[in-house]
């Protein structure tokens, strides 16, 4: 999400997972924090029978992390093919470069400012390193840039920050806009109703295995919190703090700055739509 720094005195060191589907192994990244839940997922993925590995979201710049994801890679058999982004948190993104730089990659994403080589990242694209198939799905909302990959063999979709594993996402205002975020969701929950996605793999937090029902909880729990700010704002809460204070009393007071930021973009989303005077 936003918020990459270590807390002091915690754990070094990365824990590897098992493998949560057939083509994809997780690492978690020592970044916990309110933000980042347990830490950041790196994810890699490969073909059953290929030695070579795409590796998404790379993380935070932490050379324990980033030697120890090359090292899963390593003992599967396999080398780094790929590097892809989500988006450029640099909870996911900030690790990209020195990562490359270990690996001999290059690095696609949809902000041109965060690639190495001179790939894009984009709609329609498929990743076919080392015989996957990887599509690339535009999921703007909680940032501009934000990404998903479809991994069609695997029935999962690696979601980054726009699903969690756990709670919801901050809409990233100015940045990340709330009209887009749904129709991200929208776009994700198709992919579950017509392309039988049942696996969602996220950039934070544990698996989900019902990614139909995880999309629909977010697009409930968006229009459960866009009607309190509607209400709150017609009760007189102007300002954004207001209105987090107002809409967001059951949330923890550490999360607040990243409410008051999904609070503008509700804002922005009932202003642009003639629901609340601007
Ligand atoms: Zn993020």
Redesign the pocket.
Known sequence: ??DAAALPGQPRGAVVSGPATARTVNVLAPNPSAMTLDGTNTWIVAEPDSDLAVVIDPGPLDDVHLRAVIEAVERSGRRVGLTLLT?G?P??AEGAGRFAELTGTKVRALDAALRLGDEGLGAGDVITTGGLELRVVPTPG??ADSLSFHLPADRAVLT??TILGRGTTVV?HPDGRLGDYLDSLRRLRSLTVDDGVHTVLP?HGPVLEDAQGAVEFYLAHRASRLAQVETAVEAGHRTPSDVVAAVYADVDRSLWPAAELSVRAQLEYLTEHGLIQG
Do not use: F, L, N, R
Request: hydrophobic share 15%.
């Open positions: 999400m936003t988006h948190h909870d996911h909680h940032t980054g920050d990233a950039g």
